[in-house]
Every structure is written in C-alpha cells, then in structure tokens.
T-cell receptor, first 108, second 114 residues
C-alpha cells in the first residue's frame, strides 16, 4: 500500500463547480504540502499545513491529523484551475513523499 | 527575485554519455532539493542539502547518480553513464529553512536519453 493516496486520479468539472481533492496517508507526518503543477510543467507550492485549515483566494486546504486525511477545495472553479494537484507528506524535518496527483480539468 | 534557475531546460543525449544538470537556488535559501518526475513513478525526492551539506541521499537511484553543492548558490546533479530509463523531468527546489517550509520549484530539466 502506498504511503499516500490521492482521489480522484482524474476529475473533470464545469466552470463554477465546487471541487474537492482528497489525500489520505498512512504514516506519521510533521506537515503536508499541496502543490499545483501547471500544464506547462511548472510546480507551485499552494499550502503547507500541519493542522486545521488554510485559505488563499478560492483555495481552501484542510487537514485532520487524527484521521490522516487532507482535502483541497476550490470554490467557483475556473478553466485556469486546470492542473495536476499533488499532495506531499513531510516526514521529519525535510523528507517529502508525494502522491500520484489528481488531474483536474475545468471546462468553460 | 529570479526564482530557482535550472539549466539546461532540455537535454537530449545518447546512452552512456555523462549528463550534468545545474541549479541556482533562490538567494538566502538554506535548503535545496533535487526531484525526478516520471509518468510511472510521479515525483520522487532524490537528495536534499541543508547549508550545502547533503542530508539525505537515500532517494538517489544508484551510483551512477551524484549531486554536489559546492556553495550556497549552485548545485549539480550528474548522471554517469546515462541510461534510457533516466529519461525524466528533473526539478530543483529551494526553501528558506527546509522541507517543512514552502518550497520554490525551478522550471525543471527535461532529460531524454536515447
């Protein structure tokens, strides 16, 4: 079993829909990253969180350490949100373990 | 700030050749990470440095891979000899204080080994 599982693997939605991407993990972590990889390949760090919830614009990330689960939500989705979203576990001070990613496509 | 700079952006080489990938982290960042991304395995951490010192190289696939960070503003990832299965996108990232801090990724180097 992988240490980190993302779901769904692929998600297609219409512009304006509320999007949820899930990340479940089976190991102890110190924190968790959500990354966004654009169609051109560039990677951007969206959030780093170790508890509770963080919000940035239309993006919201939550984490439940006891349940070993994190979610990334996008409100009022837009075609420019189309990307691969990757959950990464932070183990200890430095080591990152990556999920396989969720490919999101938002149609106009 | 220019962000993390990687060179070359694309590299095509023949099996057996030596390949050197280069990375300039963001000025002032203390940690540097090398990642590899393939369709089959996704993103994988190869090695990371803290204050120019390699901390964990357990992700380096084999002895053909080596990484150095001679100073705070430059790192290299070398593959010698290269093999077709090394074809991937190699990302470098830096962070102010380590993996628990926000990481800033370079644009990546797409390596193709024929």
């Amino acid at each position: 079993k992988n240490e980190v599982e993302q779901s769904p693997q692929n998600l297609t939605a219409q512009e304006g829909e509320f999007i949820t991407i899930n990340c479940s993990y089976s190991v102890g972590i110190s924190a968790l990253h959500w990354l966004q990889q654009h169609p051109g390949g560039g990677i951007v760090s969206l959030f780093m969180l170790s508890s509770g919830k963080k919000k940035h614009g239309r993006l919201i990330a939550t984490i439940n350490i006891q349940e070993k689960h994190s979610s990334l939500h996008i409100t009022a989705s837009h075609p420019r949100d189309s990307a691969v979203y990757i959950c990464a576990l932070i183990q200890g001070a430095q080591k990152l373990v990556f999920g396989q990613g969720t490919r999101l496509t938002i149609n106009p | 700030d220019a962000g993390v700079i990687q060179s070359p952006r694309h590299e095509v080489t023949e099996m057996g050749q030596e390949v050197t990938l280069r990375c300039k982290p963001i000025s002032g960042h203390n940690s540097l990470f090398w990642y590899r991304q393939t369709m089959m395995r996704g993103l994988e951490l190869l090695i990371y440095f803290n204050n120019n010192v390699p901390i964990d190289d357990s992700g380096m696939p084999e002895d053909r891979f080596s990484a150095k960070m001679p100073n705070a503003s430059f790192s290299t990832l070398k593959i010698q000899p290269s093999e077709p299965r090394d074809s991937a996108v190699y990302f470098c990232a830096s962070s102010p204080r380590g993996g628990g801090d926000t990481q800033y990724f370079g644009p990546g180097t797409r390596l193709t080994v024929l």
